[in-house]
């Protein structure tokens, strides 16, 4: 490798023979290095040596610009299809009301689909820190009403005056699309079969039909 991990290029390499790769992969067997360096130069790309540490080395026919381009946008995709996990936060109270309760709910079961954490917290104010009992039934609810699409990653625990969850989108959960297709194929194959049952009753029909024409025909005959 050059400078950079980039590997060497053409007249870059000065090993005296070389194992030659073609640039659809196969092999071209060793060579020195000029006959190698002039197959690149009748195919009008580039030598490239892919594994420098090998005896005799191996070099590859490519276009070496044209690799780069496509391994630049590889990675740019691959950047771009990772998700950074997030970790949200829904607060509640020691005194929270039911509609309260199911907004906070809404937003926790959005987070978790979204593929993010949750942050579950409760502060005790005042005298409130006297009835912690309380805030851990909000929690352990709170958990319950979220199962389907969470688990809890860090039981409730008291830090100070607040007390704190934290749960984790279910792994099975992650691809909804992926069970709407599944639930889609199902039924397209239910209608192919169902069709496919009538066409054999309507066969079957038919084919009770058409002795009966013939029987009467053949009577016709004979009188």
């Not at 992926?178 to 496919?196: C, G, Y």
């Amino acid at each position: 490798m050059g400078i950079n991990n980039e590997p060497m290029i053409n007249e870059e390499i000065n090993d005296r023979e070389v194992r030659l790769v073609g640039k659809d992969g196969e092999q071209l067997g060793v060579m020195s290095l000029q006959a190698a360096m002039a197959k690149a130069e009748e195919a009008g790309i580039d030598l490239v040596k892919i594994v420098p540490g090998a005896m005799p080395p191996v070099c590859k026919l490519m276009d070496y610009d044209k690799h780069r381009f496509e391994q630049a946008r590889r990675e740019r995709e691959m950047r771009k299809n990772q998700r950074i996990v997030e970790l949200k936060e829904v607060q509640l109270s020691a005194t929270i009301e039911e509609n309260d309760l199911q907004t906070k709910l809404k937003n926790a079961i959005k987070f978790l689909e979204e593929g993010d954490k949750v942050k579950v917290s409760i502060r005790f104010r005042g005298r409130q820190i006297a009835h912690t009992n309380i805030g851990m039934q909000i929690m352990i609810d709170f958990a319950k009403r979220i199962e389907e699409v969470g688990n809890v990653e860090r039981r409730p625990l008291l830090e100070g005056r607040h007390m704190i969850m934290i749960l984790a989108p279910k792994a099975e959960k992650k691809s909804f699309a992926e069970k709407s297709q599944q639930r889609k194929a199902q039924a397209q194959a239910e209608t192919r079969e169902a069709e496919q049952l009538r066409a054999e009753q309507e066969n079957a029909d038919t084919a009770r039909e058409q002795p009966k024409k013939k029987v009467k025909r053949e009577s016709e005959n004979m009188i």
